[in-house]
């Protein structure tokens, strides 16, 4: 495990949470829902998958979605319970499952996740 890795998952905590509240600020538009689909699945694909990359990126996506999600004292919401609202949330839950499905299995690699032979 390097020393950049171990530095790089705070900041890609960080860099998901901030993904996931511009998410819940264009979710609601007509051109919000399919720009989200689009950028996470670009950054999903460009951090890779593993412990301190993909996990740490989907974790803060999904608590900054899970934290709009539930409303204020004051009644406000900021995911209404409507279709594109539900759809934000399924996003969420499905970005989560694909990083921790996508994880190295335990022992059999290196951190990078591959199998077989260094190269």
């Given amino acids: 495990m390097t020393a950049l890795r171990v530095v790089a998952a705070p900041a890609l905590l960080l860099v998901g949470a901030v993904t996931g509240v511009a998410a819940v600020a264009v979710h609601a538009t007509w051109w919000g829902l399919p720009l989200v689909l689009v950028g996470l699945v670009a950054a999903l694909a460009a951090v890779g ?9 989907a974790l803060g996506f999904a608590a900054a979605v899970g934290v709009a999600v539930v409303p204020r004292a004051e009644g406000d919401v900021a995911v209404s319970a409507d279709a594109p609202g539900w759809s ?27 199998v077989g032979p260094p190269t």
């Fill in 49 to 57: 998958p593993g412990w301190l990359t993909r996990l740490p990126f």
């Fill in 88 to 114: 934000l949330l399924l996003v969420a839950l499905a970005v989560a499952a694909v990083a921790v499905v996508t994880l190295p299995r335990p022992g059999g690699g290196d951190e990078s996740g591959r």
